[in-house]
């Protein structure tokens, strides 16, 4: 028995019968769709995870001295994967804040928040017969307790006690009870601290990198590096997000206002570059996937003139008995249309597998892998893909219906 | 007096070729009343399938006028003439021209579906088929798996399920066995005798001889 819609199922049946062609030529549209859904996918991901972590910091800002090159200082390295971490601002050049600017950034901020002082230097470091360098975090032990998580142990109190980052922890092989040397022998004494906390893993940040840092307390800090009264950098949380311009705006007014002495930024920016950086390279590797569509849709296109080159005498016959020329032309369509839908259909499973794996294996979370901003990235590329398929078939259908029925007819 | 089924009017066909234009068909003029049985004979190149061609409407005339029941195809377009292949016009082909895609069945249901835009739920293809000797266990048969002879009588139930005016057939039996072909002719001749108008192209005497009017053609022209 044949449906109602005789032309559709003249369509299935054609595809049928030439099933490892039609086959071959759907299995392009799937590898196009997967690629282009899972590289969609993973930049989706990529984007949403670091959004999430950047706008947990949307409310702080950070002032640190202005140093002419613009304040391209960003992330202390939060991310980098070598112990040696170099601090944006070290004491040993004349560029600090001092207490008077401080002040006047407590006085600015008071209406909206809260703003401490940070003070770091990158030093060499010893642990038992392991050397190598991080970032030692000077702060105030009040402060400490309201920005830090201490996950084991507790926080540094005495002069010679220290909370460690967990990556460094993790590299060093630190526990808590170790022992380490903070400074370098050749160059002047070095002072042994001991270990009494591992801290909660913060991520990439730009007030604080401590998962490869040391944290002790200013009194430890200025104990070693001296500079009373002096700070490389003041963080400021505002409670209302909303008000971050208007505060960054005060303090650079104030501060700046005969000559830049300070640098103030926001995450906005950082926030801005990563996600748009994020988005060109992810575009331009889905472009490269499209270039896989090309081809499907060539095979297509080969196919569809195959079949349409093998039915000419079919045509020729479905027209002498009174077959209009566009339903000759939806005949075609529909067969592109059904390679491009099967393609597009078994394409679109198989992204959501080979894109989960993508999104855990380089994401490292798939956490985000079902929201809206990725999961639609599945129908959009078996779209496309279906698309693709039923445009390539209209040069060849339209060839098809504007066959002469007697020269068709003819053809052998 | 009626207005003829099909009339002819100074009908002339140019193929142009780049070796020069061939007039396969040069001022034919020929008027068929309903419920005729005409034969169109001639040698093998006179224009017998031309002219047939002209009159199913596959085609169109370079000059002179065709009229259908009155009605002038020059004036119509590709989708009316369509149509009109559709429903007025059964086709009966030398090589039978089924469908391979579809079963011997659905051969013949083909015209009805597209002309009603439903399957036939009437018992009208089967009654078709039976009538044309095609028992059920044949008709779920691809034209592949079918005989030359019952080939033909899915095409002869085909041609006839839109109940179409008239029935052209272009050497209905060239391509069968004498006496498969006689059986064709029986059949034929049995649906002229219920008044269907028919138009037969052939060479061979014995043939014509089941119409009631022989038209000859010799070079494109009515001899
Ligand atoms: N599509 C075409 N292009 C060019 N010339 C054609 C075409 N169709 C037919 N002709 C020419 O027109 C003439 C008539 O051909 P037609 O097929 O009508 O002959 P016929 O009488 O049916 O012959 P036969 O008995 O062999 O079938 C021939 O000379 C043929 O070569
Ligand atoms: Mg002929």
């Known amino acids: ?412 | 007096m009626s207005i003829p089924v099909i009339e002819l009017d100074d009908v002339t066909k140019v193929y142009p070729l780049p070796a020069g234009d061939v007039t396969a068909l040069s001022g034919i003029s020929i008027r068929i009343d309903e419920g005729e049985f005409v034969a169109i004979m001639g040698p093998s190149g006179s224009g017998k399938s031309t002219l047939l061609n002209q009159i199913g409407c596959l085609d169109r005339p370079t000059s002179g006028d065709l009229f259908l029941a009155g009605k002038n195809t020059r004036e119509m377009d590709d989708r009316e003439l369509t149509s009109l292949r559709l429903s007025s016009i059964g086709y009966i082909f030398q090589k039978f021209n089924l469908i391979p895609l579809l079963s011997a069945y659905e051969n013949v249901e083909y015209p009805y579906i597209m002309k009603h835009r439903k399957n036939d739920d009437t018992g009208r293809v089967r009654d078709l088929l039976a009538l044309v000797g095609i028992d059920e266990s044949l008709s779920t048969h691809k034209p592949n798996e079918l005989s030359g002879g019952q080939q033909q009588r899915v095409a002869i139930a085909r041609a006839l399920v839109n109940d179409p005016a008239i029935l052209l057939c272009d050497e209905p039996t060239g391509n069968l066995d004498s006496q498969t072909g006689t059986q064709i002719m029986e059949a034929l001749s049995e649906l002229h005798k219920k008044g269907r108008t028919i138009v037969m192209v052939t060479h061979e005497s014995e043939i014509a001889a089941y119409a009631e009017r022989t038209i000859v053609i010799r070079d494109g022209r009515v001899a």
Not at chain 1, 52 to 61: G, I, R, Y
């Open chain 1, 1 to 412: 028995m044949i449906g109602n819609d005789i032309i559709l199922a003249l369509s299935v049946r054609s595809v049928r019968l030439h099933f490892l062609r039609s086959v071959l030529a759907a299995l392009g549209i799937v590898i196009g769709v997967v690629a282009i859904a899972s590289i969609g996918m993973m930049g989706a991901n990529m984007t949403l995870s670091v959004t999430e972590q950047l706008s947990d910091m949307a409310n702080k800002l950070t002032v640190t001295p202005y140093t002419g090159g613009g304040g391209g200082m960003m992330m202390g390295g939060g991310g980098g994967g070598r112990v040696v971490i170099s601090s944006g601002s070290s004491s040993d050049d004349d560029d600090v804040i001092t207490e008077k600017q401080f002040k006047t950034i407590q006085r600015i901020v008071a209406k909206y928040g809260t703003a401490y002082t940070v003070r770091s230097e990158s030093d060499r470091i010893e642990v038992g017969s392991d050397t190598g360098r991080a970032t030692i975090y000077g702060l105030d032990p009040e402060i400490m307790r309201e920005i830090l998580t201490v996950e084991e142990g507790e926080y540094p109190k005495s002069t010679t006690s220290v909370a460690v980052g967990p990556t460094l922890a993790e590299r060093l092989n630190l526990k808590i009870g170790s022992k380490l040397k903070i400074g370098d022998p050749d160059e002047g004494s070095t002072t042994t601290v001991r270990v009494v906390g591992i801290l909660e893993e913060r991520g990439m940040s730009m007030d604080l990198s401590t998962d490869m840092a040391i944290v002790g307390s200013d009194k430890l800090f200025v104990g070693i590096y001296g500079g009373e009264g002096e700070y490389d950098q003041v963080n400021v949380v505002v409670n209302d997000i909303n008000n971050a311009d208007v505060v960054k705006t005060a303090i650079e007014d104030e501060l700046n206002r005969k000559e830049d002495t300070v640098t103030v930024q926001d995450s906005s920016r950082m926030m801005e570059s990563i996600t748009s950086s994020l988005s060109t390279m992810t575009t331009f590797v889905m472009a490269i996937a499209a270039i896989s569509l090309l081809v499907a849709a060539v095979s297509i296109f080969n196919v569809m003139m195959m079949s349409v080159n093998e039915r000419v005498r079919e045509i020729g016959i479905l027209r002498s008995i009174g077959t209009q020329r566009t339903e000759i032309l939806r005949m075609f369509i529909y067969e592109a249309g059904i390679l491009g839908l099967v393609g597009a259909i078994i394409g679109a499973v198989m992204s959501i597998i080979i894109g989960y794996i993508v999104v855990v294996g380089m994401v490292g979370t798939a956490e985000y892998f079902f929201a809206a901003g990725s999961i639609s990235y599945v129908p959009m590329a078996m779209a496309v893909g279906a698309a693709i398929c039923i445009v390539t078939g209209v040069y060849p259908a339209w060839r098809a219906s504007n066959l002469d029925p007697i020269e068709a007819l003819r053809a052998e």
